[in-house]
């Protein structure tokens, strides 16, 4: 088993196992590809163009263990990272452009510096200052969350504190929490690059 | 199945715990008290109820506490290290579930 905990990249994470031979299952922090022989056969988040996006974007801890694999298709790990590249966010993309490219039919998503929602998309208020307050209620209990989330019967929020500043993500379903997590993950980068009101 | 079996067969698995809700006690637990006692927990299912949560993941710089409502008044709470990622340790969360049910 190879652990690697820090901001490694996905693709370098599976050139590392492209030549090798053998059932290997690769886990990010929330999701679960599935390489034979240097083929990618599963993703745990959803289509193959949902597993192009993914591994385009994920950053973070990177596990990866020999076990038998699931096979559902079959991509190179060569083209999976051409097309992968291909399909990246641009190295200047702000916030707004990487919300537009995640496709939550549902959800919405909220960047708030201080008590001043500075970015946002298709966001519920009232839902939104409602599961503010849980962070709150997890704080006066005694915990120090550096992410938190509520999973309901309505749908999952994710939410992250940085400071005074905090992101908030809501999608319908549990089925696409690993996605919700990356992008709330991945809006880490713009709450201090973003200009208010 | 009983929380002792779950905690030895699920090894990363740091703490586990059956509670009701109410501040006093857990109804069971292993080194869940480490983590958080029953006032703390019941005051975060308190307002996980009221906003209809079914679970709560709240993941911290070393560990993640995850609790799950089984029940009306039973949750289940169990306790991961943050080097996991926390979609693997969910999974063993669900799967305790459907043993103890």
Sequence with gaps: ?197 | MSLKNLKDRYQEILAIGLFNGEPGQYLEEFEMEKYIDSTGLSQIISDMEEKSGLETIIIEEDHILFIMRLYEKLFLTCVAPSSKPFGYCRNILHRMADEIS
């Design chain 1, 1 to 197: 088993m190879l652990e690697i905990k820090g901001d490694i990249s996905l693709m370098d994470a599976l050139q590392m196992i492209k030549p090798l031979q053998g059932e290997f299952i690769v886990h990010t922090e929330g999701e679960e590809i599935h390489v034979k022989d240097g083929t990618i056969t599963w993703f745990s988040g959803g289509d193959e163009e949902g597993c192009l996006k993914y591994i385009s974007r994920y950053t973070g801890n990177v596990k990866i263990e020999t076990g038998k694999v699931k096979i559902k298709c079959k991509i190179p790990i060569d083209e999976a990272i051409m097309r992968a590249v291909l399909a990246a966010p641009p190295e200047n993309a702000d916030s707004k452009s990487v919300l537009a490219s995640i496709d939550y039919t549902r959800g919405w998503f909220a960047l708030i510096k201080g008590r001043k929602i500075i970015v946002s998309r298709h966001i519920d208020k009232k839902k939104l200052k409602e599961i503010l307050s849980f962070w709150k209620t997890v704080e006066t209990s005694g915990k120090k969350p550096m992410e938190l989330i509520l999973i309901t019967r309505n749908g999952v929020y994710d939410m992250l504190k940085m400071g005074n500043n905090y992101i908030v993500g809501f999608c319908e379903s549990d089925k696409t929490l690993g996605k919700l997590h990356q992008a709330v993950k991945e809006l880490r980068k713009y709450v201090f690059k973003e200009p208010e009101g």
